[in-house]
Structures are given as C-alpha cells and as structure tokens.
C-alpha cells in the first residue's frame, strides 16, 4: 500500500526517538494507530523502535547504500512488530 498511497515518511540516519515518533506520526495512515473503526489499536512504539534499530544499523554498516523493509506488520498495542521482508543494497564505500 505504500507505492500505491505515496504514504512514506523519509530521514537521514541517525534517526532518533523523537525522529522516529515523527514519520510514525506524518503519515496518512497514522489514523489506523488509534484503533479506527472498532480496530484495536496498533503497537506505536514497536514501530518507533524498529525505525530507531533500523538506523542504528544502517548507521554501523556504511556499506548498504539502499535499504527497504515492506511491509512492516504492526500488531495490537503490547504486542510488537515485524518486517515481513527486508532488502538490503551493499555498494563499495
């Protein structure tokens, strides 16, 4: 749904907490955070943290030029989240 929605939120690493809370925040579908339409709500800070982990490693290994987690399956609050995919461009630095 991100390339169809144009839904995306970009930073340049390192990106902090409150970086983080940010693009969790700005984009379209934050609204489904919040347990829209009878849904439960969805684990916020579980995405904050991958975001936040995300950039730490990317931030340590200078060598990946380009990287992409899609989709990123966020479940109910307490309950975490992952990535179903990951990839990852290694270039020569």
Known sequence: M?????????????????DARAMVREIKGYRLFNGYRNMPVRDEEAV????????????????????????VI?????????AADARFI???M
């Open 2 to 18: 991100v390339e169809v929605l144009q839904d995306v939120s970009f930073r340049i690493v390192p990106i902090t907490e409150e």
């Open 90 to 92: 290694i270039g020569s």
């Open 74 to 82: 966020v479940l109910e609050r307490g309950k975490g989240a992952y």
């Open 48 to 71: 904050i943290y991958i975001i936040t982990k995300f950039s730490e490693l990317l931030s340590d290994n200078p060598n990946i030029v380009e990287a992409d987690l899609n989709p």
